[in-house]
């Protein structure tokens, strides 16, 4: 079992940053990927970024550029900084591990709302 707890998030204004951050305990020998999805409201849930343990990182192309995914393996942790938010990136953030790659989401965190509005 794995389980992640997310922090960060919040209301913030079209072209302001935020930073969420995601912590992992309990078998985190198991874990490969860490990353973060999204979900809109009457839309499907959707991978934002990834990271492997070993630094390889998988974005959407809707944040390419905008949005920075980063890891220490040391501290089990992995974050999301976002930069030049827009109304669009409103959503539920959810972390998730994967133990292989990029394939098979398996644990998540609650979710934490990111809203862009002015």
């Known amino acids: 079992q794995v389980q992640l707890v997310e922090s960060g998030g919040g209301l913030v204004q079209p072209g302001g940053s935020l930073r969420l951050s995601c912590a992992a305990s309990?078998?985190?020998?198991?874990?490969?990927?860490m990353g973060w999805y999204r979900q809109a409201p009457g839309k499907e849930r959707e991978l934002v970024a990834g990271i492997t343990r070993g630094g390889v990182t998988k974005y959407a192309d809707s944040v390419k550029g905008r949005f920075t995914v980063s890891r220490d393996n040391g501290k089990n942790t992995v974050l999301l900084q976002m930069n030049s938010l827009k109304p669009e990136d409103t959503a539920v953030y959810y972390c998730?591990?994967?133990?292989?790659?990029?394939?098979?989401?398996?644990?998540w965190g609650q979710g934490t709302q990111v809203t862009v509005s002015s």
């Open positions: 998730y591990s994967d133990p292989y790659g990029f394939v098979a989401p398996t644990y």
């Open positions: 309990g078998s985190i020998f198991s874990i490969n990927v």
